[in-house]
């Protein structure tokens, strides 16, 4: 069940393609159906091949002995109190989104899936009939937008309500049950562990609350959210005593699983090599005796295969990164965030892409590392967050070759790499949650030598808990009359309510937002509109249904039309320029839509990619512009109709 998300996205993903490919329309209705139908299907499958003894569902279920479902739903209440009361409580209404480079993209391409009733994850625009860009075939992961269009299809509800929904459920309900079947797989037989991860899923601010921020990073969000299921199949698959039914069995979840988060955000397999390889040759080296060779040493057999299978991720790493394919991606730089030194301490401290410390977690972590050094069989999970460190420091702290061939599969993306290294912690602060909760037990129970009356029970365990959800979660305050404590989940908080407020300085604000009803009661339905994206009007589409020309904040647009590239340099001069003016005929356009009248206003606020000489012709109309007649006018906002 925890591994559901991660299967369901596969299957609406890998639907929504075939759909396409037949030429029917994808919806909510139609990719449930389906699979429903491919649910009977392997039903029948499971069927004939557990009567023929080659697989059974029921061997995958007892290979998740430790899980319950009463503590799947600690995890699920406590994460979705924590989500409502830092992100859901900082929205301000159900329609404000974030006003960020990437959900220009993500919005758009969700209503353009609802319009289009094409969910494919093969070659998906945010254009259908008319582009100001050349036709491009490419494959873009679009699961998750695939998803917020069936329930906004389904529900009637706009793409911005659509998108804080399903980010709520995945990073407060389905990214804390992955982590349950994480850690129960991990370490099931240490309940405090279990028990302090409903505390510790979420804990980290880097993730998954940031990625709802920066970007934003959504489809990375959910991909990123639902790996930890995906690995707990993995490192199920290849633990001792699991039979070979029941690795039949988890084979195909496992590998259906990973195709899931392939379609959502590839880099999450990335994020699963970094974790599971010391895991893998950890396996390696406990199996390693059964090589053939009699005369060499178990002890020789285990270092040659850990050797091997080590040496064989890194050939497979290198050979991913040379390959052809994937050279956009590993190429892609993000400049370094710091030094290499506070890079370092930003590790340490969990502060990797914010300025606020979580000394808490920080303090657990290294907790786990220690117990790690005791426990050697957990030793792997240490090497697994110091090589996420290192990927971190390496992204965060320099520039070159040795960046992008540790980070380029993450677009060199400290956010992104953060991630990463939370996902690794995350098991080591359990595993020193157990080892604080084991430790205050050992003094307690010291004590009772002397007092054979006292009880422990779950006393330790309950204050364990409460003290580090007020350590870690408590937000930003102030101590009157000394100074202010900026925690993370208060910053966190604060940013949230920045970013979603209606009322705050930003790319389309709340006198737009009323234009923009305004010119929809207006124009004609489909009427195309000539825009210039960074004025706000880049939303238009999402949240009015405008057919606007421009529908992302790209500003040197690759492999762009020549009409494009004619009416952004000149269409103030329309009445005077017979290109634009066969340009303008060419696409069909009936209007021209400014909300930035000059293309700048200071008290507005302008995303760093904005070029105003890039789009010159759109900044310098004005209400005498020959062939442009004002049909709605408000402040510095125009709707202009072409009557050239």
């Not at 004939?48 to 319950?68: N, V």
């Not at 989500?83 to 220009?104: H, I, K, P, W």
């Not at 998750?144 to 329930?151: F, K």
């Not at 200071?602 to 759109?618: H, I, M, P, V």
Request: glycine content about 8%; hydrophobic content about 50%.
């Amino acid at each position: 069940m925890i591994a559901a998300p991660a299967l369901s996205l596969a299957s609406y993903g890998a639907l929504a393609i075939v759909l396409s490919a037949i030429g029917m329309p994808s919806s909510l209705f139609s990719l449930l159906g389906c699979s429903i139908i491919l649910g009977l299907v392997a039903c029948a499958v499971k069927e004939f091949l557990h009567r023929r003894g080659i697989a059974s569902c029921e061997e995958a279920a007892k290979a998740f002995p430790s899980l319950r479902w009463r503590t799947l739903v600690l995890y699920i209440v406590f994460s979705a109190a924590v989500g409502l009361v830092f992100y859901v409580r900082s929205l301000d209404g159900t329609e404000t989104f974030v006003q960020e480079y990437d959900n220009a993209w993500h919005l758009n391409l969700i209503e353009t899936f609802v319009q289009t009733g094409d969910y494919s994850s093969l070659y998906p625009s945010v254009y259908t009939d008319i582009s100001p860009l050349e036709s491009v075939s490419s494959f873009y992961p679009a699961a998750w937008h695939g998803l917020c269009a069936m329930v906004s299809d389904a529900l009637g509800v706009s793409a911005a309500l659509t998108e804080s929904a399903v980010n709520f459920t995945f990073s407060s309900m389905v990214f804390p049950a992955g982590v349950y079947g994480l850690i129960g797989c991990l370490l099931g037989r240490k309940s405090s562990a279990i028990y302090g991860g409903v505390i510790v899923s979420v804990a980290f601010a880097a993730f998954p609350w940031r990625l709802i921020l920066f970007g934003p990073l959504f489809p990375n969000l959910a991909s990123l959210a639902s790996l930890p299921a995906v690995m707990a199949l993995f490192v199920t698959f290849w633990e001792k005593g699991c039979t070979g039914g029941r690795r039949r069995a988890l084979a195909f979840p496992f590998l259906w699983g990973v195709c899931g988060l392939a379609l959502t955000q590839p880099n999450a397999v990335f994020t699963a090599v970094v974790f599971l390889a010391p895991y893998c040759v950890f396996r390696a080296y406990e199996e390693g005796w059964r090589l053939p060779g009699g005369a060499v040493s178990a002890r020789a057999k285990k270092a040659v295969a850990a050797v091997v299978c080590a040496l064989g991720i890194v050939a497979v790493w290198t050979a991913l990164y040379y390959a052809p394919f994937m050279q956009v991606t590993v190429s892609f730089t993000w400049e370094a965030l710091t030094s290499v030194r506070q890079a370092l301490v930003n590790s340490v401290v969990f502060a990797y892409v914010m300025p606020q410390s979580q000394l808490a977690l920080g303090f657990l972590v290294v907790c786990g590392a220690a117990y790690s050094f005791k426990n050697r069989s957990y030793l792997w999970m240490t090497i697994s967050f110091v090589a996420a460190s290192v990927l971190y420091v390496f992204d965060a702290g320099t520039e070159g070759f040795w960046k992008h061939f540790f980070t380029g599969f993450w677009y060199t993306d400290p956010y992104r790499v953060a991630a990463t290294a939370v996902i690794c912690a995350i098991p080591l602060a359990c595993l020193g949650f157990h080892a604080l909760i084991k430790t205050m037990v050992l003094v307690v129970n010291a004590g009772r030598e002397r007092n054979r009356d006292l009880r422990i029970g779950a006393a330790p365990l309950v204050a364990g808990m409460m003290t580090f959800a007020v350590l870690n979660y408590y937000p930003s305050y102030s101590l009157p009359g000394l100074f202010d404590v900026d925690t993370a989940f208060g910053s966190f908080e604060a940013d949230a309510i920045r970013a979603y407020s209606e009322a705050e300085v930003n790319v389309l604000d709340h006198d737009e937002v009323e234009f923009l009803n305004e010119v929809e009661e207006v124009v004609p339905e489909g009427a195309l509109i000539l825009n210039q994206p960074h004025d706000g009007s880049v939303f238009a589409y999402a949240t009015n249904g405008l057919n606007v020309y421009y529908r992302s904040f790209w500003d040197k647009l690759a492999r762009e039309t020549q009409e494009s590239k004619t009416i952004r340099t000149d269409i103030d001069d329309i009445a005077d320029n017979d290109r634009v003016r066969q340009a303008v005929h060419d696409l069909g356009a009936e209007y021209v839509l400014v909300l930035d009248v000059d293309g700048y206003r200071e008290e507005r606020r302008y995303l760093a990619s904005y070029d105003r000489g890039f789009w010159k012709g759109f900044c310098g109309i004005s209400d005498s512009t020959p062939g442009l007649e004002a049909v709605l006018s408000e402040g510095d906002m125009r709707l202009y109709k072409i009557i050239a």
